[in-house]
């Protein structure tokens, strides 16, 4: 089974997105001159821009490539990030920009070092996210959990928290950010994507291993999610196939 961590950088050649959100909180990080992106119902421009996590986004110009760091928004280092850039969509000054990608390139895409690199020089340390013990321990469970249909039913996963299907669909939005249902389609997705960028299965494959019902429908998430499918990603170098 193909895992992100709870940090990803990418490396994205491409300019311009589609509108899109996604659980995870992200730093987008120009490697010279700008980036300016439509953030919510806001423009943001600089040369980097904050964006929290479930926010509606989509990347408008580029000047060059950009370092783009994912986080889990209910990691130790998502409430850090989020402590140090607050809540709302941010630009990032062009000094930080600087030591953050300092050297930087494709080939680091993916390298648990260089996402340390641009979390340092963000100032960011390790916080803590207020989660109810039941969500967190469900967490831990879906991050390992083969996501199967049945296993995923409202109804088993609010027997495995302990509580009823209802107080489940509340406490999980509230210390989550995040719909259950929403959540698991983005493990499904962070799943897919990890495949993509370790093996040189074809995307059929990786959707039906992921949970999804063919590659169409694999694209259509991907597109929504990242503002662009799979083989744009791949065209992007956003994710490099190790095989």
């Given at each position: 089974?193909?895992?992100?961590?709870?940090?990803?950088?990418?490396?994205?050649?491409?300019?311009?997105?589609?509108?899109?959100?996604?659980?995870?909180?992200h730093?987008?990080?120009?490697?010279?001159?700008?980036?300016?992106?439509?953030?919510?119902?806001?423009?943001?421009?600089?040369?980097?821009i904050?964006?929290?996590?479930?926010?509606?986004?989509?990347?408008?110009?580029?000047?060059?490539?950009?370092?783009?760091?994912?986080?889990?928004?209910?990691?130790?280092?998502?409430?850090?990030?989020?402590?140090?850039?607050?809540?709302?969509?941010?630009?990032?000054?062009?000094?930080?920009?600087?030591?953050?990608?300092?050297?930087?390139?494709?080939?680091?895409?993916?390298?648990?070092?260089?996402?340390?690199?641009?979390?340092?020089?963000?100032?960011?340390?390790?916080?803590?996210?207020?989660?109810?013990?039941?969500?967190?321990?469900?967490l831990?469970?879906?991050?390992?959990?083969?996501?199967?249909?049945?296993?995923?039913?409202?109804?088993?996963?609010?027997?495995?928290?302990?509580?009823?299907?209802?107080?489940?669909?509340?406490?999980?939005?509230?210390?989550?950010?995040?719909?259950?249902?929403?959540?698991?389609?983005?493990?499904?997705?962070?799943?897919?994507?990890?495949a993509?960028?370790?093996?040189?299965?074809?995307?059929?494959?990786?959707?039906?291993?992921?949970?999804?019902?063919?590659?169409?429908?694999?694209?259509?998430?991907?597109?929504?999610?990242?503002?662009?499918?799979?083989?744009?990603?791949?065209?992007?170098k956003?994710?490099?196939?190790?095989?």
């Amino acid at each position: 089974m193909h895992r992100w961590p709870e940090q990803l950088l990418v490396w994205n050649a491409v300019g311009a997105t589609a509108a899109h959100a996604h659980h995870a909180a992200h730093v987008v990080l120009a490697t010279r001159g700008h980036v300016g992106a439509k953030v919510g119902r806001a423009r943001v421009e600089g040369a980097g821009i904050w964006v929290p996590s479930n926010v509606a986004h989509a990347i408008e110009r580029a000047e060059a490539p950009t370092v783009v760091l994912y986080v889990e928004p209910t990691s130790p280092i998502g409430a850090g990030l989020a402590s140090v850039l607050g809540e709302e969509p941010a630009s990032i000054a062009e000094d930080v920009r600087d030591v953050a990608v300092s050297g930087l390139g494709a080939r680091d895409a993916g390298s648990p070092l260089a996402a340390t690199q641009v979390l340092e020089a963000l100032g960011v340390r390790e916080g803590r996210a207020e989660i109810d013990a039941r969500v967190a321990r469900l967490l831990r469970w879906l991050e390992e959990s083969e996501l199967g249909k049945d296993e995923v039913a409202l109804g088993a996963l609010a027997a495995r928290a302990g509580v009823s299907p209802t107080r489940l669909t509340h406490l999980f939005t509230s210390d989550v950010g995040t719909p259950l249902r929403r959540y698991v389609l983005w493990l499904r997705v962070r799943r897919a994507l990890a495949a993509l960028a370790s093996t040189g299965d074809p995307i059929a494959s990786i959707a039906a291993r992921s949970g999804f019902a063919d590659a169409a429908h694999l694209s259509r998430t991907m597109r929504s999610t990242f503002g662009m499918t799979p083989t744009q990603l791949l065209r992007a170098k956003a994710i490099t196939p190790s095989a």
